[in-house]
């Protein structure tokens, strides 16, 4: 079983950030470089240079490792490392000036060497506290403390930290399947329907999409895209995007996700926004691919308009939508080639899943750079963010792993758990929490592709952007598409 590392909480990342662009630029200055490459230029190298210390100093810093034999507190002078059973629990709150007292709780191992945790929820750290060997310790403020306190409750134990009516084992009748009663699985749904169920459905479906879309920043969009370009440019492009991002609400609630809605931003398309995480590798793969299938789909039809007619115009839109889906399955998150490309490396491992999701960002912002396109910078920041956020729910996820009786802790125990080394019980923060640890408990139930999945979406991804490449060449020479096949070449 993987092991679970709690790391301090990185807060009030963005100001850090901002002045690193500020410094790298300043720098650039007096370096006697053009100030325009200056700003841009020593701007970037400041942020990339900002976020390698931080991620220097998160990944070398103090950390506690849990796994089932123990836990060990590493990365200062005196390490804590301690089977479950020799750790002594201890709860207290820490003097603060300027506010009400800090909750932490602390472990100490056989030979008093204690660690002090707590969720401070961005307030910074409050007075030292005295450890059990005598020695004064900082309380570390971790960002998933609430969870590395359920494994001590557990595994120490201690669950006299729990009132009486949590203690009990808790009977979720959702959890207990009828006699008889298949599992329920993230696999699309189907049935059959003649013509006119046919026609009805369609109907329903281009009700539904309407309804979900917004139509405020979808009449934004045109305007803006009617402004700078025409009014048919921006018809044509948002009917695509519209589409292209109907496939992925689509395939979101044929898996049993809930969708919050459809947005369209002016010059960066759109985008499909749930409110659940992936339950399965195969679900993230199957909605990701979703999107480009519709939209190639979609494409074919002024293909074969062009066939039919031989009319450029046609063969333009089909080239353009074309190209449209070919980019979305670029290999970078947030793109859609990157989420597909997590699903298939997280099922095979955790390190190979982060090191090509890192090595595609990389790459994007290297050629990106390289030919001039500012865009690349904005999905490449939007790629770190999301990927940021799929390590943490994964290291949330082996914490839960972790613990021997998990189905005895739901969401009012880590509501009560958080309130002991954080934040009150109802504090404006706790709903964010819970929604973090909703997409925790996902990701830790998120099953891997089979062998047989692998293949067959990897076989789907390649197939799909050989077919999408094979139509732009094949209009390539087509007035009004040529355009497009130029930016392959």
């Known amino acids: ?255 049993g996700m809930r969708v919050r809605g459809m947005y369209f931003i002016p010059f960066l398309g759109a985008v499909a926004v749930s409110e659940d995480a992936f339950t399965s590798r195969r679900q993230q793969v199957y909605v990701a691919l979703n999107g480009p299938l519709w939209g190639s789909a979609l494409a074919l039809v002024p293909a074969a308009l062009w066939v039919w007619t031989r009319q450029p115009a046609f063969a333009a839109v089909a080239a353009w939508w074309a190209l449209i889906n070919l980019f979305n399955l670029i290999p970078v998150a947030p793109l859609d080639g990157g989420r597909a490309m997590q699903a298939l490396a997280f099922s095979f491992s955790s390190i190979l899943g982060v090191a090509l999701t890192v090595l595609g960002l990389g790459a994007a912002v290297v050629v990106g750079t390289h030919f001039g396109y500012g865009l690349v910078w904005l999905v490449a920041i939007l790629g770190a963010m999301e990927l940021a956020g799929e390590v943490q729910a994964r290291a949330g996820g082996r914490a839960l792993r972790l613990l021997p009786e998990r189905a005895r802790f739901g969401r009012e125990h880590f509501r009560w758990l958080r309130a002991v080394v954080g934040p009150p019980l109802g504090a404006p923060s706790e709903a964010f929490y819970l929604r973090d640890l909703e997409r925790v408990e996902k990701a830790s139930r998120a099953a891997p592709l089979s062998t047989r999945q692998l293949a067959a979406w990897g076989l789907a991804y390649a197939a799909l952007a050989a077919g999408l490449l094979a139509l732009v060449h094949f209009l390539g020479q087509v007035p009004g598409a040529e355009a497009a096949a130029r930016i392959l070449s």
């Not at 479950?84 to 009400?100: I, M, N």
């Open 1 to 255: 079983m993987e092991p679970a590392v709690f790391r301090p909480a990185l807060r009030n990342v963005l100001p850090v950030v901002i002045a690193g662009a500020a410094g790298g630029a300043f720098l650039a200055f007096l370096a006697a470089i053009p100030p325009e490459r200056a700003l841009v230029g020593g701007g970037i190298l400041g942020v990339v240079a900002t976020l390698v210390t931080l991620a220097v100093r998160q990944l070398g810093g103090v950390r506690a490792v849990a796994t089932a034999r123990g836990l060990a507190v590493l990365g200062r002078d005196a390490p804590l490392d301690a089977r479950w059973e020799e750790l002594r629990v201890g709860f207290g709150e820490s003097a603060c000036h300027d506010r009400a007292p800090q909750r932490y709780a602390i472990v100490a191992d056989a030979r008093g060497r204690s660690f002090a945790f707590g969720d401070l929820a961005g307030q910074g750290a409050c007075a030292k506290v005295r450890g059990l060997d005598g020695d004064e310790v900082e309380v570390v403020d971790l960002r998933d403390a609430p969870l590395l306190l359920a494994l001590v409750v557990q595994r120490t134990p201690a669950w006299d930290v729990l009132p009486p009516g949590l203690v009990a084992p808790p009977l979720d009748a959702r959890a207990v399947p009828e006699p008889g009663a298949a599992p329920q699985a993230d696999r699309p749904r189907s049935g059959g329907v003649g013509l006119m169920g046919l026609l009805a459905k369609l109907g329903g479906t281009v009700l539904k999409a309407l309804k979900t879309a917004n139509l405020g920043w979808a009449a934004a969009s045109v305007a803006t895209y009617a402004y700078v370009f025409s009014w048919k440019f921006a018809l044509v492009l948002l009917f695509q995007l519209f589409v292209h991002e109907y496939g992925h609400v689509h395939a979101m609630r044929r898996t």
